[in-house]
Every structure is written in C-alpha cells, then in structure tokens.
C-alpha cells in the first residue's frame, strides 16, 4: 500500500534532485529519505528512482507517481482540514428526528442555542412518531432521535433501548381537556373513571393505546369518536364539545385551547421523553452539542438539571 508521508518524500526528491536535498527540506535525515524511498518503490512493485551521477532521475513509473501525488495529497489535506473544522464545530451535520410535540417545544430552542454557539453546524429536521423515528436512527436515516415512552417503557421490541445512547430529557405528564361547558370543567383533579360516559377524542396510535390501557384499569372501555394525530385538531375538537380526550402538556406548550380547559387525571400517567442517538455518534461533536442543546432546552421547561457547560 502506498502511503502519503512517501509520496511526500518523492515528491520533495523529484523537486531537489537528490536524497540529501529532499532531506534538507523535510527536515528529517538523508538515510530516512533514502528507506522510505526503499518502502515506497517496494510497494510499487518497480524502481521509481535511478542514480545519475550526483541526482537521482525519476522512472516513467516515478513520473507517473509524482504527477498524481499532487493531487493525492491535496486531497488528503483538504480531507484533514474538513475532518478539523467538523471535530472543532466550525462544521458539520445532524440529522434530527422528532415528533411533532418535540418539535414544536423542545427543538426550536435547541437549535437557536446550537447555530448561536456553533454557527456551521447544519441541522436537518424530519418528523416521525416513535417506534418509527427509532428504526430510522438504527437504519442510518438520521443521526438523534426524539422519542417517548409510557410508564418504564417495554423489555420488548420498539422501547427496547439498550444498544442506544438514552439522554433523559423530560416527564411529561398527561393532562386532561374537556369543554368549557363540562360538567367537569372547573375541578382541579378529575379521577378519569368520571369521564367514563364521555365521547373521546384520541392521539397518536401510541398515545392512543395508552388512553384505553389506563381508561381500562379504571375500569371502562372509552368510546372513541375522533381519532387524529394532529393535536391542534384535537385541541379544536374539545373545544367544540364533540368530547373529551388526555394530551401530554408539552403538546399543550404551543396551542391555545379555545374553548376547552385543561384538568388534572388521576391516577396521574407521565411519558418519558429521550434524545437517542447510537454510540459511535455520540462521539461525534456536533451530535453531542446537540444532545446538550436538547437538554438545555429541556431544562427550561423545568424538568430536569440543566448540564454544566465544557
């Protein structure tokens, strides 16, 4: 294999005319000058070099060589200088996914705080529900993902998180909405086996499937008459009066509810919100400063310590 530090040599040969010479520019010996020589011309599997007289005279295969090693080693410095600057934050890119909550409350504050620290770090934002947004972190499609899980999340497929980097970001309790008209709409604490009679109106397929699990530990099966991943049309439709439903508050964080009020459910029920991202990404600059940029902004809606600062 041919290296770049002989290429380097053999071009400082062809340019001096000797081994000594050459040494004298790279500021090494001539005896190193001469062995790399050696390696180089063994690697090539042919003499690159012939002594005539006092100067050394390039092969046709050493003309060959030097007239790529130009831009051979142009490449590589340009390849180093770009490794630098991603590795120093002076660039780079993160491909970020996240649900529409996230970011539409998280995300936004993240991001401003990262272009104003790391100005040529170029972030991307594409939306997906978990356990979607996770299988596009394992496939290579994106480098963090924002994701949720209920309770302690599952031993079993998609919250199965063991093989990824978890960075904790926030306990998002779910809240109650119902219309302002409710019979209920002025309680503080609303046990949700009182809204048992109520038409409902359902999120996301996840969110979804938690709503029936806990409407039937409390003993009841709810009736579901709209169902939409879309929370503002969730919001409107509660203020409407065409039902009642439960939304995570960090959905609420960015939509007004006109015509609906927010109540406290009990038993209380929180999901858990992570930035996920895979272990050799972690190491990567950028992806990190936007794991902290994430908590950061998480740490400002008060739900966890904001980390100290490198």
């Known amino acids: 294999m041919i290296e770049a530090r002989h290429l380097r040599v053999l071009r400082a040969v062809a340019a001096t005319g000797s081994f000594s010479a050459a040494a004298r520019e790279l500021g090494c010996t001539q005896p190193a000058v001469s062995q790399q020589m050696k390696a180089l011309e063994a690697s090539a599997g042919t003499p690159l070099l012939v002594r005539t007289g006092r100067e050394m005279r390039l092969t046709q295969a050493g003309e060959a060589l ?46 401003a705080a990262l272009r104003a620290a790391h100005p040529g770090t170029r972030v991307s934002l594409v939306e997906a529900e978990p356990p979607r947004s996770v299988e596009m972190l394992r496939e290579g499609d994106c480098d963090v993902a924002l994701a949720f899980r209920y309770g302690t999340g599952a031993v079993n497929g998609a919250d199965a998180w063991d093989d990824l980097v978890v960075r904790p970001l926030l306990a998002d309790r779910l809240v109650g909405l119902v219309p302002e008209a409710h019979r209920l709409a002025g309680a503080g604490s609303v046990p949700i086996g009182d809204l048992a009679e109520d038409p409902w109106i359902a999120g996301c397929p996840r969110c979804r499937r938690q709503l029936v699990d806990v409407c039937e530990s409390a003993g009841f099966t709810p009736r579901i008459d709209f169902a939409t991943d879309d929370y503002p049309a969730v919001v409107g439709l509660v203020g409407a009066g065409l039902g009642v439903a439960v939304l995570p508050e960090l959905a609420l964080d960015s939509v007004r509810p006109r015509g609906a009020v927010t109540v406290t459910v009990e038993p209380p029920v929180e999901r858990e919100i992570v930035a996920l991202t895979l272990p050799d990404l972690a190491q990567v600059p950028a992806v990190a400063a936007t794991l902290d940029e994430l908590t950061r902004a998480a740490a400002r809606l008060g739900a966890v310590p904001e980390p100290a600062r490198a």
Do not use: D, N, Y
């Not at 090693?69 to 590589?76: D, H, K, P, Q, V």
């Not at 991603?86 to 936004?108: C, E, H, K, M, T």
């Open 66 to 111: 030097v007239r790529h090693a130009s831009g051979i080693l142009a490449g590589l410095t340009a390849a180093e200088e770009e490794v630098a600057a991603i590795a120093g934050l002076r660039a780079g890119r993160v491909r970020l996914v996240s649900f529409p909550s996230g970011s539409s409350a998280l995300v936004p504050t993240a991001l």
